[in-house]
């Protein structure tokens, strides 16, 4: 369920431009907004994720794993 | 900008790390000359051994994220401050990664099976049974093996039904990274916080922390193998890779019947490969797949600081556990 919520958040992410500014003026509060259902782990990784960044740059960053 | 492993590299890539590598592959060398019944068969295990220790030396991103040597030396340092009482098992896990490794040369028919077979299931639980530790431990040692690779081998078989399938769903896709590559960094680690004696409740910590970061590395690195490594053996193969199958879940009707179409083309045609990481990348695939590793990333994060390694080690895993992120 929560996956999903995550889902449909990048979802909006993707296709909102004004959510997209909320998210990198304040990434916490505009998922607290959408009263999205995550898990803490989840809420970590929206305050870590860098939400900048452009795709070219997420492909560099891409590693060989271990 | 540096990758999220440049940015952990002064804590992986020091001569610590190096150290270490060298060391458990020593130890893992010693065995086999010590062990191996026959010439031929010192033959057939060390080569791929050797070539594993070649590979991974000769690259100073994968020395740093081999989890097979890391992993359990630093779950045991975390417990017991030291790190030597674990290069045995540190051994004894890296023969089990190259017997699984040369799987896939087994698979092409460029290596004898009981090759695979023998660094599998002979190598590591010799090893498991000569640990300096008290009997009790070792049988609950070998039992966690056996476990473990019964699982592992059930992920395996999970990740080959779902080549070239139309119908595989996300959740899927990383219910068998968890059952794979997530169900061998948990046992690397528990292992560990075994033979350290760590209570059960702290055992378990390390474990499933073990397992987010083995699921996320490899959903991390499937995403360079798809994006960024020339060959993109997994899309000749046909894998439903986790940013493939996002992108799939979005498709309806013509569109989806055209995707798949594409992803047969690019079996065989580099064009269509490239089409393909084109779309995935238009479409948020790489975005959605860096954020669900990130939530990996968090969890193993959030494990480790409930178990509370003893420093260095704690510092190490942490920068370990970085390192599968895109937002270092």
Known sequence: MSRQAVEQLIDRWMNDPSFRNEVRSDPEAAVRRTGADLTDDELAAVRSVDWNLPDEELRVRTNNGA | MPSSWQRFSDFLEGPAAADRVRRVFDAADQFIVERAVTLEQRRLIGAPVARLRAEITADAERASMCLFVHLPVLVYAGLRGEERPAIPLASATTLLFAGLDLFDDVADGDWPGSAAATLLCAFPQLMVGELAAPPQLIAAIGSTLARGLLRMSAGQQQDLSAQGADEVRSCEIEATAIAKSGEEAALFACMAAQLAEAPEEIAGKYEELGRSIGAGAQLASDCHE???????RDLV?????????LHL?????AERTA????????????????EVRLRLRSGGSLRRCAFIVETYRQRALRLCREAAPLEPARGCLEALIGSISFFP
Do not use: K, M, S, Y
């Open chain 2, 226 to 232: 798809l994006f960024e490594d020339p060959a993109a």
């Open chain 2, 237 to 245: 193969h046909g894998a439903r890779t986790l940013p493939i199958v």
């Open chain 2, 249 to 253: 879940e979005r498709l309806l009707g």
């Open chain 2, 259 to 274: 995707f798949l179409a594409l992803l047969d083309d690019a079996r065989t045609e580099a064009a269509a490969r490239e």
